[in-house]
């Protein structure tokens, strides 16, 4: 079942622009993560925000957590035409890896050059 | 490195027949997943392997649905009596530990 719910669901921005997305999930989490998707196949691990932090970054990525709202933000700075794909947002409950990852529906990027 | 790799890429099959899907995990990664992708249901997981221990079963749609992993490594998802629902790009991934995990490229099972 989804349990992460991405807000919008599409987004269109100028290149060099910062692209903003926004997951919401409904329990309580182990970590969440992020996930990018070109063209509908493999998905690329993006950053992994455990329970316990509240903001994280990678090179142009800056993920926040927060638990006690259950949701989660995903910024791209600067953001470039190859940035163009899906994001997804995706939880682990367990923390265990039993229960798998349970993504949201994605928001679909598209940088316009 | 090499990557999560999965064949066939692409599958075309009729109704009711059985297809099995492949899946070679990154060397040295004790865990791997099945996730099945649908314009209807978005991203799906469907079952989880820990080395050799004998997986969860419960997030399999179907009893038409059955996997393996052998040595605890290759993995094949296996669909019986394929129906057109079963349509959908299905995704292998791994981890060597919980945490991120490294996604293969898809295969692609369209049911006529």
């Known amino acids: 079942s989804q349990q992460g719910e991405e807000d919008p669901q599409a987004l269109s921005i100028q290149e060099g622009e910062n692209a903003t997305m926004n997951c919401s999930y409904k329990t309580s989490i182990n970590n969440l993560q992020w996930y990018r998707q070109n063209s509908g196949r493999g998905l690329v691990h993006l950053i992994l925000i455990r329970s316990n932090e509240r903001e994280k970054h990678s090179g142009r990525l800056r993920v926040t957590l927060d638990t006690s709202k259950k949701s989660s933000s995903l910024l791209i700075t600067a953001s470039r035409a190859a940035d163009t794909a899906s994001y997804f947002c995706a939880t682990d409950e367990s923390g265990g890896g039993a229960d798998g990852l349970t993504f949201g529906k994605g928001t679909h990027l598209i940088i316009q050059p | 490195g090499a990557g999560v790799s999965q064949s066939p890429s692409n599958k075309v099959t009729e109704k009711g027949k059985d297809v099995e899907l492949r899946c070679d995990p990154i060397?040295?990664?004790?865990?791997l997943y099945w996730y099945r992708q649908s314009l209807g249901q978005g991203l799906e997981f469907l079952i989880y392997?820990?080395?050799?221990?004998?997986?969860?079963k419960s997030g399999l749609p179907s009893d038409r649905f059955s996997a393996e992993r052998t040595g605890g490594s290759v993995s094949t998802l296996t669909i019986q009596r394929t129906q057109q629902e079963d349509s959908a790009v299905y995704l292998c991934?791994?981890?060597?530990?919980?945490?991120?995990?490294?996604f293969g490229p898809g295969t692609r099972l369209l049911v006529l």
């Open positions: 392997f820990q080395g050799n221990s004998a997986p969860d």
């Open positions: 991934a791994s981890s060597f530990h919980v945490g991120a995990q490294y």
């Open positions: 060397s040295g990664h004790t865990a």
